[in-house]
C-alpha cells in the first residue's frame, strides 16, 4: 500500500534509492542485495494484481530509471452499484477515513515529500483529515466481525453494555445490518434474549464475538427499514432548553454537526469555539460530551456539566 501511494502520488518517475529512502518497509533492508529482493518482489505482485506499474527515465537529463503508476490506466471505468454494493463501498470508505489509516497516509506522503519526492497535490490517492467520524475508532475488528456474521446469515454472540460505566452483559442476536448515524456505528437485528427489534452501538459491543449458529440460519425480514429502525431507537425531539459547550478546534465534529457556533474562545490554553446545542435527553448528550474527554467542556447548565464529570470520574476509576 506505501508503494502504491508513492507511486501514485507523484508527477514522474521515482528511482529504486529514492524509494527505498522514502517509503515505509524499505529503509529497513539490511543490505542493497535484501532490498532489491524485497522490491522486485513487490513489483512482481503489484502487476500480478493488474496494476500498471510503468518504468521511464527520471528524466531527460537523468538517464537512471525509475518507477510510476499510469494513473489513466489504473483508474476504473464508471461502475454502477446495487444498493448492497453501495453499502459496501460505504462502509469502506467510512473505515479508510478512521483515524489510524489517515494517520498512516498522511505519513507516507509527508515523508516521500520530506525525501525531496514530488507529490503531485492532485494525486489520485486523496487524503481525508483526521476529524472524520470517531464512532468506529477501536471497533473495527467488532464491525469485521458482524459484517461477517451478516454476510454469512448467522447468529452472533457478544458481551454489551448499555453505558461505558455499566458492567458487559451477554446478548445473543440475529444480525440484520450495520449502519452509522451522527457519527455513530450501529448493530440493528433480532434479540433472542429480549424477543424484540434491538439497536447496539458498536463502540459497547465487546469484541469477542462469536457465531452461534450455522450459515444461513438468519434472514433479515423483507421491508424492514434498518434507519428507521435506528431513528426511531437514538432519536428525540428537541426539548428547547439549550445548552453551551466548548469544543477544541477541529475535535468533537458530531457536537459541531448537531450545533451551532455561537463564537470563538481560548480555554487552558486551547482554541476552541463554543456549540450551542439542544440538550434533548440530558443523558444521552452526557454520553456524547464525556466521550470526547478534554475536548468539550459543558459552560452551561450546570446540572449537565455535573453529570459530564460524574462520568468522566467513573471512567477515570475504571481505569484505574
Known amino acids: 500500500m506505501n508503494l502504491v501511494i508513492a507511486l501514485l502520488s507523484t ?3 521515482i528511482t529504486a534509492d529514492r524509494i527505498r529512502a522514502s517509503v515505509a518497509g524499505y529503509a529497513e533492508s539490511p543490505s542493497d542485495e535484501a532490498f532489491s529482493r524485497m522490491f522486485e518482489r513487490d513489483k512482481n505482485e503489484l502487476r500480478d494484481l493488474g496494476i500498471p506499474l ?21 483508474a476504473l471505468p464508471d461502475i454502477e452499484l446495487t444498493d448492497e454494493e453501495a453499502g459496501a463501498v460505504a462502509i469502506a470508505t467510512k ?3 478512521s483515524p489510524e489509516l489517515i494517520t498512516a497516509t498522511q505519513g507516507a506522503l509527508l515523508k516521500l ?20 467520524p470517531p464512532g468506529l475508532r477501536g471497533s473495527e475488528d467488532v464491525l469485521g466481525n458482524l459484517l461477517s456474521a451478516i454476510d454469512s446469515g448467522q447468529p452472533v454472540q457478544f458481551r454489551h453494555r448499555s453505558l461505558p460505566t455499566d458492567p458487559y452483559t451477554v446478548r445473543t442476536v440475529e444480525p440484520w445490518g450495520v449502519i452509522t448515524d451522527r457519527g455513530r456505528w450501529y448493530l440493528v437485528g433480532h434479540d ?11 463502540s459497547r459491543i465487546g469484541a469477542d464475538i ?4 450455522p450459515p444461513g440460519s438468519v434472514t433479515r425480514p423483507a421491508g424492514v427499514d434498518l434507519r428507521a429502525i435506528v431513528d426511531r431507537a437514538i432519536g428525540e425531539a428537541p426539548s428547547g432548553v439549550q445548552a453551551s459547550v466548548w469544543v477544541a478546534d477541529g475535535k468533537a465534529m458530531s457536537l459541531r454537526r448537531n450545533g451551532k457556533s455561537t463564537g470563538t474562545r481560548s480555554i487552558g490554553g486551547r482554541s476552541g469555539e463554543v456549540i450551542e446545542l439542544d440538550i434533548g435527553t440530558r443523558d444521552r448528550l ?9 475536548d468539550a467542556l459543558v459552560l452551561e447548565p450546570a446540572t449537565l456539566r455535573d453529570d459530564v464529570l460524574a462520568r468522566l470520574r467513573a471512567q477515570a476509576g475504571d481505569r484505574a
Open 11 to 13: 508527477h514522474g518517475y
Open 54 to 74: 510503468e518504468t521511464g527515465r527520471v528524466s531527460s537529463f537523468d538517464p537512471t530509471e525509475g518507477y510510476r503508476i499510469n494513473r489513466d490506466a489504473y
Open 95 to 97: 473505515l479508510w477515513e
Open 113 to 132: 515529500r520530506a525525501a525531496g519526492v514530488d507529490v503531485d497535490p492532485d494525486a489520485a490517492v486523496a487524503i481525508t483529515t483526521a476529524s472524520g
Open 192 to 202: 433472542r434474549d429480549r424477543n424484540a427489534t434491538r439497536t447496539f452501538r458498536l
Open 210 to 213: 462469536t457465531t452461534v449458529g
Open 286 to 294: 452526557a454520553r456524547e460530551v464525556a466521550g470526547y474527554g478534554a
